[in-house]
């Protein structure tokens, strides 16, 4: 089966950190674009980083900038999201995603929910 299984996530006091796994099964995800999204209760899915596909452009949310490094590695077939730096307002189920457009703008395409396989989701908790 095609899937995307999120790890990683957990309960972390302000300041700390962790760093997110997307394993990717039946698919390699070395010729994909992938993103991570987070949901906060009360709030609509957004992206808060993303790789492209081709070129491996990155784009980052402003409020994570400086604070998460999304990067791949393809011997796994897995992509990381290191999160560094965290905040309450960083609390979320956070999801990723992989789409196989090569897109001429990745921010743009991180701008929107619309990617065609998505994982279920792991949950981060910052609070102290």
């Known amino acids: 089966q095609v899937q995307l299984v999120e790890s990683g996530g957990g309960l972390v006091q302000p300041g700390g950190s962790l760093r997110l796994s997307c394993a990717a099964s039946?698919?390699?995800?070395?010729?994909?674009?992938v993103g991570w999204f987070r949901q906060a209760p009360g709030k609509e899915r957004e992206g808060v980083s993303c790789v492209s596909a081709g070129e491996n452009a990155t784009y980052y949310e402003n409020s994570v900038k400086g604070r998460f490094t999304i990067s791949r590695d393809n011997a796994k077939n897995t992509v990381y999201l290191q999160m560094n730096s965290l905040k309450p307002e960083d609390t979320a189920v956070y999801y990723c995603?992989?789409?196989?457009?090569?897109?001429?703008?990745?921010?743009?395409?991180?701008?929107?929910?619309?990617?065609?396989?998505w994982g279920r989701g792991t949950q981060v908790t910052v609070s102290s």
């Open positions: 039946g698919f390699s995800l070395a010729y994909k674009s």
């Open positions: 995603a992989a789409d196989p457009v090569y897109p001429s703008t990745i921010q743009t395409m991180c701008l929107h929910t619309r990617w065609g396989i």
